[in-house]
């Protein structure tokens, strides 16, 4: 394509006297960097896998007519020189001297991106050489699966020898190898879920939560391992040490487990659990606090304590160690010499660091070589990113980001505490993962940027160091949109829970996340990070992974998310229709494809108004395969207001589908009766629970119709069986006077509830039918339970959720809302299931004074209503309007 493009250059600019225009451009290098324009596919019409690919770069029309009058002859040695002379002959005669089917031919109908527009448009052109950022400023990468099938995996390593395989360890207390490959090694590096402490619950932060290889694997041979342990019902943290089997390089002697440390734990939660190996050869170990909310052990807490080993960063030297003592103190500890504090204290006021990481430093000049960054899981207000030095104090109870926690230890002069590199409020997510500083070859815009994430929202961010003054810049990063992403083998959707980051041998970045936060559900996943928007030239950065000697069997690799290439446009079916004498007119509608977007977070500036999110999908917590999150640029601090009635145009800049559900033609036709039928998506794999689908389908000969619905229709019903359920008549929709509460309390996916302070309480909902006594058209009695989707398009199949409860009508929130629970609501109201749940206020959002009613809803599916399901109390939520919750029944 680009040795097409070069030559379609050197005609148009150089052959020839009269088609020299030396104040052109070059239509494929900048005048800046001439390096080849990213938008060069776009010349023909490349960038959409479903159109066929021209034969010739597309020019724009005006040029096209001043490209004939002066170049027309070139065409035909064009065609000749692609091989196929005899076949474009004929054609080429007649359109030469034929201006109008000359242009019909060469011109590219998109304005944007057809030649020479695409290299004066300032859009396009602003940032060549940038990561590419939606129009609100979000980063946009796709991702790439790498595995699937995990249990809660919480490390990914690699062992530096060549081989490029790496280590992921999953919370039950399994660590397996995957070859660079993809594949899996069948038998376990490390098995240890005979002694690991876990459990299925939700959010347990217990478990076996880290492995690190020694720096000199292939000649210490050794691996140490982080892990919860009870001791006569006495709950610690053990670092134990094993060594490489003798037989096997491929899994460690499970009989040469030597305890290194043991810390007793006073509660279940803030756990710690990071391991790592500095530049130095020293082992890290990062303790949590101890547990509970506000450290409250001791005068002053753990953390602040130096007597205690929680709530710090600790160094030890694990070289040497096989005769004697287990570890030995390296001399220049800050600590050493300091009355009643641990020798094995580097750092301390540290509240529960989870995931930290050592910077490679710069490819070229080695600048950062050796910085530690860790993310520190905040109480209930800041979650904040952390520079640790030797000696450092991070401030932990008496500081929670920048912001004061405990006040008087705040205001203690000695504190002296190094105030964290970046922290974000509760609004943009409620629980840190540390990420990595980017180093790899793949992606050289991505050079230097630390990326990191949110475990509670799902959100992925970075950040980006201004050498000159030292202050760090916040960038989130957002899924690209199906055309941005359209490559073979990528996707642009990933779960919900980012449990934590990795890099591999090559210095490429990754993520690990679940669906289901259970250390037994089956719903990890390892992405890898993709800029599209430009790579490392090709064939720089190949690799040749050293062999592997393998004993035993290798499990082949198949991923299970849609490539973004191989989606679909999918059109509503055509209703079939009868005329008889009488007729009436129904108008036709093609409904725009669904996209399901990602949740983004309200405004990173918490002094500013929070911006209207846009969709997303559900996250299952009861099933083996959940549905990914799908994401966009929605995920910018300001999310793009829908706009109905537009056609999205072509192209990486382009806007892609806002309307969810926008009308794209009406025709009339005439029927007075018509067999009812319901839009249904294509098949879908079994165990997912959205639907995401693709940019725009292009045009179909028989346009399909949906039926006109009455505007502002709202489709309400009660607790009649499902068998017998009809869709009752229209009414309005009633509001309620009292504001909606937001609460502060917070499950963290390493907190496990200690308290009301500091949990979501869940629980069953009543199966009474309460005390609602107003009555819906035609007379019926409402009954608490009750459920109505509300349309601002008039459709009665689809709509925002509300429930009638105790006398009034109220919003869900989406938190945990599932397409089982909306198959509840679909249900009560006559249809068979849900077949899209949209959130984040996707079909509408109330206003202010609606009540939300519920939050937290899980289902399983068969309850006659949602306050069958379990959930939280009615009227108690975290969120707001914004996050409604709006089902499409079938």
């Known amino acids: ?26 239509p494929i290098q900048t005048k800046s960097n001439r390096e080849c324009s990213p938008y060069a596919a776009h010349l023909y019409d490349a960038e959409d896998a479903n159109t066929p690919m021209r034969v010739l770069p597309g020019l724009c029309g005006d040029y096209c007519s001043d490209y004939w009058l002066h170049c027309r002859y070139t065409l035909s040695l064009l065609l000749e020189d692609l091989g196929s002379p005899q076949h474009f002959a004929n054609l080429t005669a007649t359109i030469e001297e034929d201006r109008r089917r000359f242009c019909d031919f060469l011109e590219l109908k998109d304005k944007q991106y057809c030649y020479p527009n695409v290299l004066t448009d300032a859009e396009l052109n602003a940032n060549l050489g940038l990561v590419r950022e939606d129009p609100k400023g979000c980063l946009e ?9 995990l249990r809660n995996p919480v490390a990914m390593i690699h062992a530096d020898d060549g081989s490029h395989r790496f280590f992921v360890a999953e919370q ?40 690190a290889l020694h720096p000199r694997f292939t000649t210490v041979r050794k691996a140490y391992v982080y892990y919860s342990v009870s001791v006569k019902k006495e709950e610690r943290i053990r670092i134990s040490e094993f060594s490489l089997s003798e037989h096997d390089d491929n899994q460690l002697d499970h009989s040469s487990e030597r305890t290194i440390l043991e810390v007793v734990e006073p509660a279940s939660n803030h756990n710690g659990g990071q391991l790592l190996f500095g530049h130095d050869g020293y082992l890290y170990i990062f303790t949590g606090d101890g547990g509970r909310a506000g450290d ?90 952390d520079l640790i030095v030797k000696g450092g104090n991070y401030g932990w109870r008496a500081k929670e980001g920048f912001s004061c926690y405990d006040r008087k230890l705040c205001q203690n002069s000695s504190l002296d505490d190094i105030l964290p590199i970046f922290d974000y409020p509760h609004k943009l997510g409620k629980s840190v993962t540390g990420g990595y500083i980017y180093r790899g070859c793949e992606m ?76 037994t559900a089956r719903s990890g996943v390892i992405y890898k990070i993709v800029d599209p928007s430009r790579r490392a030239p090709p064939g720089k950065c190949s690799i040749k992974p050293l062999p592997v000697k393998i004993k035993g069997k290798l499990i082949h690799f198949y991923p299970k998310e849609e490539f973004v290439i191989n989606k679909k446009p999918t059109t509503t079916p055509v209703p079939t229709t009868t005329t008889p004498k009488t007729t009436t007119t129904k108008k036709q509608t093609i409904r725009r494809p669904i996209i399901i977007r990602k949740p983004p977070i309200p405004t990173r500036k918490t002094t500013r108004k929070i911006a209207r999110p846009q969709p997303t999908t559900a996250t299952p917590r009861k099933t083996t395969q959940p549905a990914p999150i799908k994401t966009t640029s929605a995920t910018t601090v300001k999310p793009t207001t829908v706009q109905r009635g537009t056609t999205p145009s072509t192209g990486y800049r382009a806007t892609i589908m806002t309307a ?29 629970t959205s639907l995401s689908l693709n940019s725009p389908p292009s045009p179909s000969p028989t346009p399909s119709l949906s039926l006109k619905r009455p505007q502002g229709a709202l489709l309400t019903t009660t607790w009649a069986p499902y068998a017998s359920q009809k869709p009752n008549k229209l009414q309005k929709t009633p509001v309620s006077t009292t504001l909606p509460k937001v609460r502060d309390e917070k499950l963290l996916p390493r907190e496990k509830q200690q308290s009301a302070g500091e949990s979501n309480q869940v629980n069953k909902g009543l199966r009474g039918q309460g005390r609602g006594s107003k009555r819906g ?109 709006g089902v499409i029944c079938v």
């Open 1 to 26: 394509m680009i040795l097409l493009t070069l030559k379609w250059s050197s005609i148009v600019m150089e052959d020839a006297p009269n088609c020299v225009e030396p104040t052109r451009p070059d």
């Open 141 to 149: 990468v796709c991702l790439q699966e790498v595995a699937n099938g």
């Open 172 to 211: 039950l207390g399994y660590v397996w190898v995957y070859l660079a490959n993809g594949s899996r090694i069948d038998r376990p590096f490390l098995n240890l879920t005979q002694a690991v402490l876990s459990s299925p619950w939700t959010g347990d932060e217990r478990g076996f939560l880290c492995i």
């Open 296 to 385: 409250p052990f001791g005068k002053f807490g753990n953390s602040q304590n130096k007597s205690a080993l929680l709530g710090k960063v600790l160094r030890i030297d694990v070289d040497n160690n096989d005769e004697g003592v287990p570890y030995g103190i390296p001399s220049d500890n800050p600590f050493i010499g300091e009355q009643g504090a641990r020798p094995e204290i580097y750092a301390y006021g540290v509240r529960n660091m989870w995931r930290c990481s050592i910077d490679r430093g710069d490819p070229a000049t080695g600048a950062g070589r050796g910085r530690m960054f860790c993310g520190d899981v905040g109480q209930n207000k800041y979650e904040e990113i």
């Open 444 to 519: 050289p815009n991505l050079n230097g940027l630390y990326v990191f994430g949110d475990f509670m929202s799902g959100r992925l961010m970075s950040l980006k160091e201004n050498e000159a003054t030292g202050e760090w810049q916040y960038n989130e990063i957002c899924m690209g949109r199906d055309q941005t992403c359209k490559f073979p083998k990528l996707i642009n959707s990933y779960y919900r829970y980012i449990i934590s980051f990795a890099e591999d041998e090559a210095g490429e970045l990754y993520f690990l996340a679940t669906g289901v936060p259970s250390a």
């Open 660 to 688: 969810v559900y926008s009308r794209i033609a009406q025709t009339s036709i005439n029927s007075t009766t018509s067999t009812k039928r319901y839009w249904r998506p294509p098949p879908y794999p079994a165990g997912t």
């Open 777 to 885: 058209r035609g007379g019926k009695r409402l009954t608490s339970g009750s459920v109505r989707l509300v349309s601002a398009d008039g459709l009665s199949d689809r709509g925002r959720v509300e429930i009638f409860i105790r006398g009034e009508w109220g919003t869900v929130c989406d938190d945990l809302f599932t397409r089982k629970a909306g198959t509840v609501v679909c249900r009560q109201l006559g249809f068979t299931t849900a077949v899209v749940v949209m959130k984040r206020a996707a079909l509408g959002e109330a206003s202010s004074r609606v009540r939300i009613l519920l939050d937290d809803v899980e289902c399983e599916g068969g309850e006659r209503s949602l306050l069958e399901c379990k959930r939280s109390k009615v009227g108690k939520h975290n969120c707001s309007h914004e996050e409604d919750v």
